[in-house]
């Protein structure tokens, strides 16, 4: 699977928990703003905005090349059941006016539902051709191991998870595995809620002078620097244009591995 090192997430976007109207024209104006300057990634779920969210992404990528364009979408674990799982991605589907999802998730596990059941939905739908790659979000090694096992002939393509400078505990199990098995690691809140945007650390702030470039940068480019796809959330066209900044340059090593040891949240 190839997919972009930098998307644009979603949450908030038509709502949170609920549907919210009062941002959809801003928040298509944003998706487009992304699309236009390179952006190719967009991470949506059923979750956000009840569908709302869905739908403005549908909107945004009117006009443009399907084909050109990578949509993440999830399924929530309240439908993970096999005949709810195709009746949510129909759902995904038609609110992002799309024939296929180029990447499906499991978007959390539910241990009231038997994984297996899930995983078989999951692959009915990769063998259809409504998701051209499937993968499951904020699952363990143990879970992506038995969700695997399930599987007949469709590998799991990625594990989405938090991921960031502060909150790096999937680097004890998650990433080692995940890069031993070829499985993309999807970093959400890569910018730990906005904390890595702040101009109060002295390490971010040295070395965004440095390059030239802003701590969100910095915090972004030593993400992807790991071959991980980080997605922060797109809350406003002149946070894209810097989010796009961390693209098209390096991290000297020897600063990858400052941050890695020497940052303090």
Not at 213 to 220: D, G, I
Request: aromatic share 8%; with cysteine.
């Amino acid at each position: 699977m190839e997919m972009p090192l930098l998307g644009m997430g979603t949450w908030g976007m038509g709502g949170k928990w609920e549907k919210d109207s009062s941002n959809i024209k801003e928040s298509v104006e944003i998706l487009r703003a992304g699309l236009d300057v390179g952006i190719r990634l967009i991470d949506v779920a059923e979750l956000y905005g009840e569908g709302m969210t869905e739908e403005i992404v549908g909107e945004a990528i009117q006009g443009y090349k399907r084909e050109e364009i990578f949509i993440i979408s999830k399924v929530w674990k309240i439908h993970l059941r096999y005949d709810d799982v195709l009746k949510a991605a129909e759902g995904s589907l038609k609110r992002l006016r799309t024939d296929y999802i180029d990447l499906y998730l499991v978007h959390w596990p539910n241990e009231e539902v038997p994984l297996k059941e899930t995983m078989k939905a999951m692959e009915y739908l990769a063998d259809k051709g409504l998701a051209h790659h499937i993968g499951v979000s904020n699952f363990s090694v143990a879970l992506m191991k038995e969700a695997q096992k399930y599987l007949e002939h469709t590998k799991l393509a990625a594990n989405e998870v938090e991921y960031n400078l502060i909150e790096r505990s999937v680097e004890q199990d998650i990433i080692p595995y995940c890069r031993a098995n070829n499985i993309q690691v999807i970093a959400y809140r890569p910018l730990a809620k906005g904390k890595l945007a702040e101009e109060h650390n002295e390490l971010l702030r040295n070395l965004a002078k440095k390059y030239d470039k802003t701590p969100v940068q910095v915090a972004l480019n030593w993400t992807m620097s790991k071959g991980i796809v980080a997605i922060p959330r797109a809350s406003s066209v002149e946070h894209l244009k810097e989010n796009y900044g961390a693209l098209g340059w390096s991290l000297d090593a020897e600063d990858i591995e400052s941050l890695i040891k020497n940052f303090i949240a």
